[in-house]
């Protein structure tokens, strides 16, 4: 390996990725350098992916087969076929796809944005509006299941609450992939 071809991702991920990935192993460190790169720097946007559980929650929605979006080291193993614009980690499959909106690019939501209109197997996974921002297309064509924008009920006694007061989280921590 050439050393500018460094990155660290966990033994797990390598061997569950390394075993699906379709195309000879050399390109798929290529591959990982690149995602290892692009993570970061969502990262240090304050982006952070969606926990396991919200991705499994998310997908009984339609019963998706799909995963659009988030980092081929950060891919769930119970999802049939994951990728991210024209680059498929692992298996082509048209049908119901769960979307990390934040993680993909805006080329790409302007692609997310024409195919929704023609079917309704999606899930978007993303962050609440801000009251002054322009409504985007999939809030037209599809409907909120559910919203942070409410308070947050008070916790009861005794119930285990993280710093902010809330009760679970749905997001990994900076460089959980590691």
Not at 44 to 66: G, M
Not at 104 to 118: A, F, L, N, T
């Amino acid at each position: 390996m050439e050393p500018h071809r460094w990155w660290t991702i966990a033994s797990s991920s390598w061997n569950f990725v390394r075993k699906r990935w379709l195309v000879p192993e050399h390109e798929l460190i290529i591959l990982i350098q690149e995602e290892t790169t692009r993570t970061e720097e969502k990262e240090e946007a304050e982006y952070r992916s969606p926990t396991w559980s919200i991705l499994q929650a998310l997908q009984k929605i339609n019963k998706d087969r799909r995963l659009e979006g988030e980092a081929v080291m950060s891919s769930p193993p119970f999802l049939q076929s994951v990728g991210r614009g024209d680059l498929k980690f692992w298996r082509e499959d048209d049908g119901p796809t769960v979307v990390v909106w934040k993680s993909v690019s805006d080329s790409e939501q302007e692609r997310w944005s024409k195919k929704m209109g023609k079917s309704k197997d999606w899930v978007i996974w993303c962050r609440s509006r801000k009251k002054d921002e322009e409504q985007r297309l999939f809030e037209v064509d599809g409907k909120e299941i559910s919203s942070n924008r409410s308070k947050q009920a008070k916790p009861k006694a005794g119930e285990k609450t993280d710093k902010r007061g809330g009760k679970g989280q749905s997001v990994r921590w900076k460089a959980w992939w590691r």
